[in-house]
């Protein structure tokens, strides 16, 4: 059973631009969380969705957003890059609701911004 | 924001040894979840706990649920080589909404005593 797909796992991108990730969940589930993880401030929740519906959002400013796909696929879109949004971004899946269900992660795309 | 308070920030290990590291909150958690993160991977789940004074083993690791709900330890016992990695503390204050995003700890680095 394939794991939880995230790519690409790396990219370089230049201040001001934006960038796109995207997440395959594992088959059949239905929902999909994204975090932030760097080495200051942890793993940080930026938000989830469910069937297609954002259920959840942290505490992110509007440069980062997200949507899900009608096959549970998953894309963040970060606009005008700072030089503080170079972290690793963690995908996870889950059955269901995340609290009822538990997460599976993916591996993570690795995101540098210069 | 919910912070988790997760001790210590790193330790030495030597095979053959025994573990332990804890999560602190000032919240009332639903649920407590143990991670481990391997360099280059998403965290992989361990254990999850759902009541008060719950005490799970999964092999050589034991984690518990605090009385109070506010705090969690996970022990491993014997170590091995392969236990290096971070691990991660995560709570859920409860179900729905907000409450279902996972709270992260900032982790314990477990290394190899050289």
């Known amino acids: 059973k394939a794991g939880v797909t995230q790519t690409p796992r790396y990219l370089i991108k230049t201040r001001g631009q934006q960038v796109t990730l995207s997440c395959s969940p594992i088959?059949?589930?239905?929902?999909v969380s994204w975090y932030q993880q760097t080495p200051g401030q942890g793993l940080q929740f930026l938000f989830e969705y469910f069937s297609e519906t954002q259920r959840n959002k942290g505490n992110f400013p509007g440069r980062f957003s997200g949507r899900q796909f009608s096959n549970s696929r998953s894309e963040m879109n970060v606009s005008t890059l700072e030089l503080g949004d170079s972290a690793l971004y963690l995908c996870?899946?889950?059955?269901?609701?995340?609290?009822?269900?538990?997460?599976?992660f993916g591996s993570g795309t690795r995101l540098t911004v210069v | 924001g919910q912070q988790l308070n997760q001790s210590p920030q790193s330790m030495f290990i030597q095979e053959g040894e025994d573990v332990s590291m804890n999560c602190t909150s000032s919240s009332i958690f639903n649920t407590w979840l143990w991670y481990k993160q391997d360099p280059g991977e998403g965290p992989v789940l361990l254990i999850a706990?759902?009541?008060?004074?719950e005490l799970t083993s999964n092999g050589r690791l034991t984690a518990q649920f605090g009385i109070t709900r506010k705090d969690s330890f996970l022990n491993i016992s014997a170590s091995i080589p392969s236990d290096v990695g971070i691990y991660f503390c995560a709570g859920q204050l409860g179900y729905g909404g907000s409450q279902g995003n996972l709270i992260f700890g900032k982790g314990t680095k477990l290394s190899v005593k050289p």
């Open positions: 996870a899946s889950s059955l269901g609701p995340p609290e009822e269900y538990g997460y599976t």
């Open positions: 706990l759902y009541k008060a004074g």
């Open positions: 088959s059949g589930h239905r929902s």
